[in-house]
């Protein structure tokens, strides 16, 4: 699908006179609250849709491994790069007894084995990157129906895309990634996220449902008021340039140019010597020609939600991901991933963790309102929720997970 | 029947030196891997300024030790970290238990070289 051009309609309602299949009425608390649509979500959705597992440049030479945990698929998986340079991805469980093959220290486990295999701990069995079943100690000690060959690891679908790694644990046939990704793919695909392997990562676990967390961050309504102390007047409230890509969403947002923040000597500095923070005015040319398309001077960042459960943010030298994966109803684990160029100088080093601090801070300000959000929406007070039109992302994830849930 | 001269005997024991590679082949983090003219597959260790060699098949799990990790004057075998001393073939740790044979390593003229 070709990027749309931007619209130029500024009046209220312009999301929905462009979008009119997502309605404008009032939408229910109940998929955020009733773990019936939770069961839902998890085999419509989780277990059934790709979902972004790790980066390319976490498995760097072959024998690489990372095990992602996946409570919402009810599973975990390896994803390990072979010999042979090719990444592929399994359940961690072992054929013999239903062990995990690779112990598991926390969400995200790495490891690496220089014969590009894993061994599983309780027994000894060993398992190739291919998946293969290659040594089990005392073999000749089971019985003749004991088939070795076909007892390899269990593969899942795996997929790749501008380094970033995808599966999906359906058994049967899917949709390719390249066809999931869609309009999304052509949007990013030119963008050099390889580039930036500089940042910092943050992760915690959230008493809420993972909507709740996934729509905290998908608007820009809430920026002058709960980010009145790290953002104050930096952002429009209003986003620009909407573009809904099947179950995936973009938009850009804008700074406020016409009343700037105060500035402030240590900021002004840093905004100088390094492009590290959001709140810089952005320059174009690490951005492909569908960001910022019209280079307007006061585009800040894209803020994207690749569906079902990441927003992916780009901006001039930065990109950065939160990702809710959700692990039970009213619970999910956030990871929110910060990266940018490596520094090149001590006062653009200086400049980066700076603005690294100061992302940190609008991210605890962010995640501060999620557990009080899912803590009001529990006591049944609030049967709806009202959303205006700049909130458009959100309501195209409600109608996007409810069409899944109820497909 | 007498074999008067011995000559069976002589030959069987007869060790033949073979050279496994250049000096500078052998990086010093990891072992590497060489097969002999007879397939035979030996593992050849830079180890604290030394060199060392032994067979490279685990006596355990059917794995090449060259595959594995060296450290404290150890193989540890990939399949399931069981370990050899490097310089005597003898098992160090669990589950290995049967020794690897080890070579004594010459370095002649640039090439490093093993009777066997």
């Known amino acids: 699908m070709a990027t749309q051009t931007p619209t130029i309609d500024k009046a209220p309602g312009r999301w929905a006179r462009k979008y009119p299949h997502l309605g404008q009425e009032p939408l229910p608390v109940t998929p955020y609250v009733d773990p019936a649509y939770y069961e839902k979500e998890k085999a419509q959705i989780f277990k059934k849709q790709w979902l972004y597992v790790s980066l390319e440049r976490e498995l760097p030479e072959p024998g690489s491994y990372k095990v992602r945990r996946l409570d919402c698929a009810d599973t975990s998986v390896i994803i390990i790069r072979g010999k042979d340079g090719a990444i592929r991805a399994f359940h961690n469980a072992c054929s013999h007894r239903g062990n995990t093959v690779v112990t598991e220290s926390g969400q995200e486990t790495y490891g690496h084995n220089r ?14 990157a291919q998946g293969e079943l290659v040594n089990v100690p005392h073999e000749d000690r089971f019985y003749s129906c004991f088939d070795k060959a076909s007892n390899g690891l269990t593969e899942v679908h795996c997929d790749t895309w501008a380094g970033f790694v995808f599966v999906n644990v359906d058994p049967g046939p899917v949709q390719s990634l390249k066809d999931f990704l869609g309009g999304y793919a052509d949007h990013f695909g030119g963008f050099d996220f390889a580039a930036a392997d ?9 008493d809420c449902n993972w909507k709740v967390a996934s729509d905290a961050f998908a608007e820009a309504y809430h920026v002058d008021t709960i980010h009145a102390g790290s953002f104050p007047n930096v952002f429009q409230a209003a986003i620009e340039d909407v573009q809904l890509f099947g179950p995936h969403r ?13 500035s402030t000597p240590i900021g002004d500095l840093a905004n100088e010597r390094s492009r590290s923070s959001l709140a810089a005015q952005a320059g174009s040319s690490s951005l492909p020609p569908t960001l910022n398309p019209n280079q307007d001077p006061d585009w800040a960042f894209e803020l994207s939600v690749l ?6 943010h780009v901006s001039e030298g930065i990109w950065f991901t939160h990702q809710f994966w959700p692990i039970a109803h009213d619970k999910t684990l956030w990871e929110g991933k910060y990266y940018l160029k490596r520094p090149e100088s001590y006062s653009e080093l200086w400049g980066f963790e700076r603005a690294m601090v100061l992302q940190r801070n609008a991210w605890l300000e962010d995640t501060a309102t999620m557990e009080d959000t899912y803590r009001a929406m529990l006591s049944g007070a609030k049967k709806f929720q009202h959303l205006q039109d700049e909130e458009i992302l959100i309501r195209h994830n409600c109608v996007v997970v409810d069409d899944f849930v109820n497909a | 029947m007498t074999d008067p001269i011995g000559a069976t005997k002589t030959i069987m024991e007869e060790k033949s030196v073979q050279t496994l590679c ?55 075998c990939p399949f399931h970290m069981g370990s050899f001393c490097i310089s005597t073939g003898e098992p160090r740790a669990a589950p290995c238990s049967e020794p690897i044979r080890a070579y004594e390593v010459i370095e002649r003229d640039g090439m490093l070289l093993i009777e066997r």
């Open chain 1, 115 to 128: 014969a590009g295999i894993v061994t599983c701990r309780f027994h000894g069995w060993v398992y190739n």
């Open chain 1, 198 to 206: 500089y940042g910092f990562t943050y992760h915690t676990t959230l």
């Open chain 1, 250 to 262: 973009t938009c850009s947002v804008r700074l406020q140019l016409d009343t700037p923040p105060a």
């Open chain 1, 307 to 312: 569906f079902p459960s990441v927003l992916l």
């Open chain 2, 22 to 76: 250049r000096v500078g082949d052998v990086p010093a983090d990891e072992p590497l891997r060489v097969v002999l003219p007879d397939d035979h597959a030996v593992s050849v260790y830079l180890w604290e300024g030394s060199y060392f060699c032994t067979d490279d098949l685990c006596t355990h799990g059917e794995a090449s030790l060259a595959e594995g990790y060296v450290e404290d004057g150890q193989i540890f």
